[in-house]
């Protein structure tokens, strides 16, 4: 089993690093975990995603339960997983980013989110919509059974050099 508790910090995390940055850059949906007030329950719900430099987008709507307990805590963990057509996903790569979410600039977020969702159009524009950005702390990724590192931001962005 490869862990980041067993591996050397820099090099052994640089090959896993790039992977995650090409997982990030190529999802399309994930799951979205967020904290329910007031006990801190989880929550997880399908979300489309986007990407800049790295770090997820979401458009989501305040009427909608993730959106609400983001407003009231915005811990949040992303997982992103690779298709895994014709095979057993948990074979397959995947990545649990956990950070913070914030609302981002409209302008900026629609031109890397609509190439990839162009249905979001008709719905963005709504007044309970609006872009959001996880700002990643920490990735957890798992590359297939046995083959697990943890990264930090810092290990995580060297990739992107």
Not at 17 to 41: N, T
Not at 77 to 85: G, H, K, M, N, V
Not at 87 to 93: F, R, S, V, W
Not at 103 to 124: G, N, T, V, W
Request: glycine residues 4%.
């Amino acid at each position: 089993m490869i862990s980041s508790e067993h591996m050397p910090p820099r090099e052994a995390a640089d090959p896993a690093a790039q992977a995650v940055m090409a997982l990030i850059e190529s999802a399309r949906k994930g799951v979205l975990a967020s904290l329910s007030p007031p006990d801190g329950a989880p929550f997880a719900s399908l979300v489309n995603v986007a990407s800049e430099a790295g770090e997820p987008i979401l458009l989501l709507s305040r009427l909608a339960w993730h959106t609400k307990n983001i407003l009231a805590d915005n811990r949040a963990c992303l997982l992103i997983s690779e298709d895994a057509e014709g095979k057993d996903p948990l074979e397959g790569q995947r990545v649990s980013l956990t950070g913070r979410l914030s609302i981002i600039e409209r302008k900026q977020a629609e031109a890397r989110y609509f190439p990839i969702h162009p249905k979001a159009r008709s719905y963005a524009r709504f007044a309970d919509f609006n872009f959001y950005k996880l700002n990643v702390e920490k990735a957890h990724y798992v590359a297939g059974f046995g083959q697990i590192v943890t990264m930090e931001r810092s290990q995580l962005f060297e990739a992107r050099r």
